[in-house]
């Protein structure tokens, strides 16, 4: 029933930001204790979690990612928004909203995704 859509442009140059778009439909981003999150996937690689915004509106980044991320919402739309600053080809990467919780013990769990959207970032 919950669905997640990602938008946002799919070439950022390098030195740019990053800014991408989830929308969240069939249920609340303030619903709790959902925590809406941001995973990428470079490509061969495995998932990399950036970070999230929760229910409260408290914010969590991954330490690799914090100096250059921001997480934010937008509760009248039900969106939430990645901003990632600075980027370099390194940022490549399909880009991914998800709904996460934490399971008993204390792991993350995450049962909505979005399908996705490739971020190539190129001069």
């Known amino acids: 029933q919950v669905q997640l859509q990602e938008s946002g442009p799919g070439l950022v140059k390098p030195s740019q930001t990053l800014s991408l778009t989830c929308t969240v439909s069939g249920g609340s981003i303030t619903t709790n204790y959902y925590y809406w999150s941001w995973i990428r996937q470079p490509p061969g690689k495995g998932l990399e979690w950036i970070g999230y915004?929760?229910?409260?509106?408290?914010?969590y980044y991954s330490p690799s990612l914090k100096s250059r991320t921001s997480i934010s919402r937008d509760t009248s739309k039900n969106q939430f928004t990645l901003q990632l600053s600075s980027v370099t080809p390194e940022d490549t990467a399909v880009y991914y909203c998800?709904?996460?919780?934490?399971?008993?013990?204390?792991?993350?769990?995450?049962?909505?995704w979005g399908q996705g959207t490739q971020v190539t970032v190129s001069s």
């Open positions: 998800a709904r996460g919780g934490v399971d008993s013990d204390y792991q993350p769990e995450y049962d909505y």
């Open positions: 915004i929760a229910y409260s509106g408290s914010t």
